[in-house]
């Protein structure tokens, strides 16, 4: 589909999370030597609650040594103090030993954690379609800039090929180790495109001791939340603010089909996909339909400046509180663009419709 080339460009090496619960020893020691590496210092970064909690380490000749302990697999982040450079690794209580070289922190080794290791493999399996994905997106990219409609239809199709094989890898490792928090990071990296019931029916899958994990809890929430915003269930009330003051509430669009649509200034690929959204109003809004944006953007100046600049005639509202929106936050909203059809009666029938499915479901209810 076409969000998946949208999001392509975007696509980091922080796909998954972590992995088994049970530690033999009471906390990590992580060993570095690092050939080439100057900096007087360098830098640890894991989440603790709703911040990041930071380490420091002094470097001698290349080499470094951070020490605590975490409840459970944490992803985290060694860095320079101008967070220039850097690379993530896992940690888990047991001794973590990273070697490599200055220039190439992206592809240090580590070792001596079982989570690293999990998460090596699933990246093997999944490189070669990484490496086709990335391919096929700068001749996207040319296409488009040449402005070869053709070519970029053959394209999105094989994005779409590439995309079900990298899906069906990724449910058979989560299928093949329900033990690992690597299963409950590639639940999250691959939600967009799943619908609540298999989301539900693969976390449930996984055992006890992930699911009762803190990040387990919180995902549990997540879904829990998905659950209430499905097709067939009505829409959730919220209001904001417009780009007047004036507040506006989703209860004033009643009566009508209305695309609920999140998205910000400073999201690529929202930015990418807005003409087509500019594309479906002006084809339809004679036909009891319209949109409601809702921007997760902090500078009210750059969130104007995006509305004209992308010919954004319908109502646009923001509380300016960046991923904190509380819209965003009632719909459960970890990605962006994101959107939901919702019916004259306030029902919501349909979910995160781009491009071409966005013009064919208005097209199947506003006949």
Known sequence: MKNKILMVSAVTGLSAFFYTVSFAQKGYVVHGDIQGLNEPYLYLSRPAGDSAHIDSAKVVNGKFTFTGSVNEPTQAVIMNKEQSKGFQLYLENSNITVTGKADSLRRVKITGSATQKDVDDLK??????????????????????????????????????????????????IKDHPKSFVSLGLLQQIAYGMNYNDLNTSFNSLDASVKNSSKGKKYAEHLALMGKITEGNPAIPFTQNDVNGKPVSLSDFKGKYVLVDFWASWCGPCRAENPNVVKAYNKYKDKNFTVLGVSLDQSADSWKEAIAKDNLTWTEVSDLKYWKNEAAAKYGIQAIPANFLIDPNGIIIGHNLRGDDLDNKLAEVLK
């Open 124 to 173: 093997s399996a999944t490189t070669n379609i990484n490496k086709q994905e990335q391919e096929l997106y700068a001749k996207y990219k040319e296409a488009e800039s040449n402005k070869d409609t053709a070519s970029q239809k053959l394209y999105e199709q094989q994005f779409d090929s590439l995309n079900n094989a990298s899906t069906a890898i990724n449910k058979q490792f």
